[in-house]
């Protein structure tokens, strides 16, 4: 008996960034949601996991004109021009990294994960972290990780989940109601959620009802490094042409692209 | 002089055991082919026996739990079977194995005389120390089950992957493998399961029975890596 | 017939082929690569029943609800509250990582006493037996008012009994950390005629001009704030910063006026200039509703024109013109300022000057407007404490500060002048110091002055929580429960439009020996006996908070974590004011037409100007940044453990100095070595720095990194009010 199958989803991101302020709650946000651990000396970024990060961009004019804006850069989940060619599940040797089609994510299993790090330098957003070390807590501190998302071992590969283990839950709890539906609002990532200035949209890219539907089809929305065709699911918007053109790079005097439309 | 004579016979003697030792070889093949074929079946057997009859019960310790517990007493004691103990909570999260404060309302004190009983009460609720099961079904921490996607969704009995436990009056003996640090239930206690077969769902819980379940339930093959069901369902 | 090794060869070829068909070979490689994924020393959390409990968040004045994810009896996230008035389920960094403090290695455990430099555990009782017989002995020998406080907040129960303590003891020397809340209520009194807090309706502004402000940097309440402005970009409302630096909040606004830093009041100044020359005012309400508008009018037009203006400022004439035309023009405007998030008051020559540029418009009291809040929420009165007559004649002693006395009348608290009074010998000198909810080591300007005159206090009592760098310097520390272990009510002023009471639960047990400080307070009072005593007849703190909420609230608060006052309506202008005449009364043009504050410092040896600037990244209070703040710290701010300076590139190549450079930055408060970042977004000649690194306690994930900007920045008093005015000080840096 097969069961009855479910309309496939795409989860994705619009991300406002006319309304980020840059304050990094979203980092925070993620870091406590998902046991992101912490080291001594955080100053080198290289190595300093952070499955959001916020990058300040700059227009890079002189005093004055200087204008500057923030970009939180969760994992882009990635689709590819076809399905499921993301940059980092194409070259993983291990089968630690996939691409679920039923959602769209880009799963990382960490047990899995021998550590080559292919993956990382495939990513073209930086946007997965080694383990050059074991996790360690602070004698006590330990009590904050949650049950819901695995700690990661010295060795291995991390990067943003959109909070999976919360579409996880939701869907427990539609269960328990004998139920598969699964509302906008009850499956949110951590930092959609935490961001103060609502600049954050979160939901199904292909359903008409979800927020982010409407959003990605804004006029100033991009996405970054269009044109490689990695085909991402995170939608940034800005009303700035700056901004927009900081999103990929551009020969000097080549006018703004404009988006290859996939998700529509 | 009889040294060298000695010496020249020992010399002699030698060549002729070396063209002896030439000849007899032929014959000891012939002859020992009975013992190398003999030596063959002996290995081999022995090497069976110890692969499948000794490494198995050497892979696993045997370990016992903190004190014994009679599921099938406590069947008799409540309404709503498995689910009085073992609940869903209005989350959809599964509470699984007990904890002391469900047990305490009725064993504030010692109930009956059993030695267990005695234990149960005066090491774990007096102290308010939770007991340290060791589970049977214990996944390893990357594994996210869904109790209410088997249960409330697909309908699943608790016995198509618990067995009778139910049933049982005492605990059975935990096996340990020695090398993963998992329950033998997860990896099947029939010789067979050794060999990725089983009888029963119940047998055996490793990845690949989850996937190949998934696969001939769902029909889900949306994981682009290995065309079966997604990593993330079952991990996290 | 032999056996030779032909026969082991067959006996092993048989082995291996049996071995080969048996699953022992297979079982072990499988099992293997399970051993090689079993890390047992990387903790597997155990799982549980989720709980999450509204409580109040009180790392900040913000008012933020949160609501703490627990799983079983751990805690293992807070996050913000949904439904609640303030934040609507947005927390801001430090909220979101609080559970690192509660489980922190660095909470006090139990009461601790120092004996030759080293801590020892005592008991509750003879710790709180050795300050009532402390106190005993000063009332006895007339010293009462030799027994001083420094406290971290006016308003809550808390706040409440250590004023009561003060009285029935004796001592006029309580006081509370400042902040521009102060400087702007000071303004309300003197204009309006009743000492309230300022509300900002900034979800009903159309134009909003801050002087300085950082709205989004953590000014007021940071949350609130970051909702209202995400708002206003969706209303398409204008947002202009006046600011020397490319801020967050500058980045974020329309309009960005890099002024020159201290010259903020000129601005206000020029702005109000163009809109009485251009007779943009509201004119009803200055015909029917105010005094002493000719006079300020006549100086204003007199000293301030907008050519002058823009010489000292730096801001273009047109520029002035434009936006004075503009903000008067809008339907409502609203003007707004306290620097970064406005920890210093602020001149009252400034914070008086914005205030006139908003009754100009006619926004006092309206929608997008000032309103006057009260100043607390209603509570359930107190009996009056009845002084004893040592205390009464110990209270009329003059404060140490000078607050309320004949140079600084209109002051309430000036601890920032605590430690100048100590260390010249003025007044009887300090004999025993609580520190309760306050981090004066740390957070007061003038760290190494602030350091000499606490050594030279005989006896400091600290109510911690963690050992700062004030509870390592005192004496006796009493810890109080971790803000997630204990009850309080946590009233909401910090610009919100209706008041706000919050009420803080214990989410959890307390982990440690440890005691709230309401019931320390009560504890001391009833020991000290007779009046005393009498004045605190509560069981223990929780009775005292639930009897002062009443049980409409105490009820609403449990349920809901929050109570809002929606009876409360602000007074609008048209039915005047709370001052003898009920009029808006000008202030007195003495006070305003005079040069700004200035940075100190003497310009040749200190060329350039140093400036602290605040982030949400970096929590510049009495609390300590957790790691997770720590860890979203740019590289452009902290570089392992050297902190870095922003300068802009024009200063960078005056100075020979390159990005990353190594330098040492000095003041004539102190000196230390930092590194450079360049950065376009600051004005040439100055270096901005960032407050909140520079801890000397604390955990190993915050201690020892960077450097403290109070270090390098003393206080300067406000010649109108003895606030603190510092919005600077002069600086070099030099190659290393």
């Not at chain 1, 769209?104 to 972290?129: E, N």
């Not at chain 3, 690192?100 to 006090?108: A, D, E, G, N, T």
């Amino acid at each position: 008996m097969k069961q009855e199958q479910e309309k496939p989803k795409k989860f994705g991101m619009v991300i406002d960034l006319d309304k980020c302020t840059g304050c990094g709650a979203c980092m925070v946000a993620c870091m406590a949601e998902n046991n992101v651990p912490f080291k001594e000396n955080e100053t080198n970024k290289l190595d300093s996991i952070t499955w959001m990060r916020v990058y300040k961009l700059t227009n890079n004019k002189p005093f004055p004109m200087t204008e500057v804006c923030y970009l939180p850069r969760p994992c882009q989940h990635c689709e590819g021009l076809h399905t499921g060619h993301s940059p980092c599940v194409s070259v993983c040797p291990a089968t630690a990294t996939d691409y679920d089609m039923e959602t769209g994510i880009v799963s990382q299993i960490y047990t899995r994960c021998f550590g080559c790090r292919y993956c990382m330098g495939a990513c073209p957003y930086h946007a997965r972290y080694f383990n050059w070390w074991d996790p360690v807590w602070p004698e006590g501190m330990e009590k904050m990780l949650s049950p819901n998302v695995s700690p990661r071992m010295r060795g291995v590969v991390e990067k943003c989940s959109f909070c999976f283990h919360r579409y996880q839950a939701a869907k427990d709890k539609a269960f328990y109601k004998e139920t598969r539906a699964i509302a906008e609002d009850d499956y949110q990532t951590a930092c959609t959620q935490a961001c103060p200035a609502g600049a954050i949209t979160f939901g199904d890219l292909d359903n008409k009802d979800h927020a982010v539907y409407k959003k990605k089809q804004d006029p100033n929305a991009f996405r970054l490094l269009e044109r490689l065709g990695t085909n991402t699911k995170v939608y940034y918007l800005s009303r700035k042409e700056w901004v927009r053109k900081a999103g990929d790079n551009y020969l000097p005097g080549e006018g703004l692209q404009k988006p290859r439309r996939i998700h529509e | 002089m009889s040294t060298a004579d000695d010496n020249e016979r020992e010399v002699h003697g030698q060549e002729t055991d070396a063209d002896g030792g030439g000849h007899d070889s032929g014959t000891t093949v012939r002859e020992g082919g009975g013992f190398v074929l003999l030596f063959f079946i002996i290995g081999f057997a022995a090497s069976l026996v110890v692969g499948w009859l000794i490494f198995p019960n050497l892979l696993y310790s045997q370990k016992k739990q903190p004190f014994d517990f009679n599921h099938a007493l406590h069947m008799g004691e409540v309404d709503n079977g498995c689910e009085s103990c073992h609940f869903f909570r209005e989350d959809g999260t599964y509470s699984g194995v007990p904890k002391l404060a469900q047990c305490v309302a009725c064993h504030e004190d010692v109930q009956g005389d059993t030695q267990d009983e005695t234990i149960f009460v005066e090491k774990y609720v007096s102290k308010k120390r939770e007991v340290p099961w060791r589970v049977y079904s214990r996944q390893p921490d990357c594994v996210f089950f869904s109790h209410a996607a088997h249960v409330k969704m697909a309908k699943m009995d608790c016995v198509t992957c618990h067995g009778h436990i139910g049933e049982s009056t005492s605990l059975p003996v935990y096996e340990e493998n020695r090398l993963t640090g998992y329950s033998r239930d997860i990896e099947g206690h029939h010789l067979e399961n050794l060999l990725c077969l089983k009888k029963n769902t119940a047998d055996r819980m490793k990845m690949d029975d989850c996937a190949e379940c998934h696969l001939e339930k769902t029909g889900r093959k949306t994981s682009v890596q290995t065309e079966k069901d997604g990593c993330f369902v079952c991990h996290k | 017939m032999k056996i030779d090794r032909r026969c082991f060869l067959s006996l092993g070829i048989g082995a291996a082929a049996g071995i080969t068909l048996s699953p022992l070979p297979w079982k072990i490689t499988d099992d293997l690569s399970i051993w090689t994924q079993n890390w047992p020393w990387t903790p597997v959390p155990p799982d549980g029943k989720t709980i999450n409990k509204k409580s109040a968040c009180q790392l900040c004045p913000g008012g933020c609800g949160i609501a703490v994810r627990r799983i079983d009896k751990r805690v293992v996230k807070i996050e913000g509250l949904k439904g609640h008035p303030v934040n609507d389920g947005g927390l801001c960094t430090l909220g979101l990582s609080a559970a690192q403090l509660l489980y922190s290695p660095f909470r006090i455990q139990a009461p601790v006493k120092k004996v030759n430099g080293k801590w020892r555990k005592i008991s509750w009782d003879d710790a709180l037996a050795t300050i009532t017989t402390k106190m005993t002995e000063l009332r006895e020998e007339g010293k009462a008012h030799t027994v001083a406080g420094i406290i971290g907040g006016e308003r809550g129960t808390v706040s409440m009994l250590w004023q009561r303590l003060f009285k029935a003891y004796g001592s006029p020397n309580l006081m509370r950390n400042t902040s521009m809340e102060d400087a702007y209520s000071l303004v309300l009194q003197k204009t309006q005629g009743n000492r309230v807090l300022p509300g900002f309706d900034f979800e009903n502004a159309d134009f909003v001009l801050s002087f300085g402000s950082g709205l989004i940097d953590g000014w007021g309440s940071p949350v609130r704030m970051f909702r209202a402005l995400g708002d206003m970009k969706n209303r398409q409302a204008k947002f202009v910063q006046v600011e020397p630096r490319l801020s967050n909040t500058a980045a974020k606004a329309d309009q960005w006026l890099p002024i020159i830093p201290g010259t903020e009041a000129l601005l206000a100044l020029g702005l109000i200039h163009v809109i009485l020359s251009e007779s943009l005012y509201q004119v009803r309400f200055v015909e029917q509703h105010c005094e002493g508008f000719d006079n300020f009018k006549k100086m204003v037009l007199e000293t301030y024109p907008p050519e002058q203006v823009a010489k000292a400022t730096g801001i273009k004439v047109e520029t002035i013109k434009e936006l004075g035309r503009e903000f008067a023009r809008a339907k409502n405007p609203l003007a707004v300022c306290g620097r970064g998030q406005g920890l210093t008051p602020g001149s009252f020559q400034e914070t008086a000057a914005v205030h006139v540029l908003n009754a100009l418009t006619g926004n006092l009291g309206e929608k997008g407007g000032v309103l006057a809040m009260p100043a607390g929420p209603e509570y359930e009165e107190w009996p009056e404490v009845e002084p004893d007559d040592v205390a009464a004649e110990a209270l009329q002693q003059k404060r140490l500060d000078g607050a309320g006395g004949d140079e600084f009348p209109d002051a309430g608290d000036l601890p920032t002048r605590l430690a100048q009074v100590i260390n010249t010998g003025k007044g009887d000198g300090i004999q025993l110091l609580f520190i309760s909810g306050a981090n004066p080591v740390y957070t007061l300007p003038d760290t190494k002055a602030v350091q000499k005159a606490l050594a030279a206090i005989p006896f400091k009592v600290s109510f911690a929580t963690h050992m700062d760098e004030s509870a390592e310097m005192a004496d006796l520390i009493l810890p109080n429960h971790c803000f997630l272990e204990r009850y309080e009510d946590v009233p909401v002023a910090a610009g919100l439009t209706s008041p706000i009471v919050n009420l803080a639960v214990p989410v959890v047990k307390p982990m440690y020996n440890t005691k709230h400080v309401g019931d320390s307070i009560i504890a001391i009072a009833q020991a000290l006996g007779d009046e005393i005593a009498d004045a605190f007849s509560w069981e223990n703190y929780k009775t005292c908070l639930k009897e002062t909420l009443g049980d409409e609230k105490w009820e609403k608060l449990t349920e809901e974590g929050y109570w809002v006052d929606e009876e409360f309506k602000p007074v609008p202008w048209k039915e005047g004011f709370k001052s003898a005449a009920t009029k808006f009364i000008f202030p007195d043009p003495a006070r305003l037409n005079h040069p700004p504050v200035s940075a100190s410092g003497d310009a040749k040896q200190f060329p350039l100007t140093l400036i602290a600037c605040d982030s949400m990244r970096l929590a510049g209070g009495a609390v300590g940044s957790p790691p997770f703040l720590i860890k979203i710290t740019p590289d452009s701010v902290l570089l392992k453990e050297d902190l870095v300076v922003e300068i802009n590139p024009a200063t960078a190549a005056d100075l020979g100095l390159k990005e990353g450079a190594q330098a040492v930055l000095a003041t004539p408060k102190g000196s230390g070595r930092v590194r450079v970042h360049l950065d376009h977004g600051i004005r040439p000649g100055l270096v901005a720095m960032a407050r909140g690194l520079g801890h000397g306690a604390h955990d190993k994930y915050l201690a020892g990194k960077g450097l403290n900007t109070n270090a390098f920045i003393g206080p300067v008093d406000d010649p109108d009010s003895g606030y603190d005015a510092a919005w600077g000080i002069s600086a070099s840096l030099a190659k290393a």
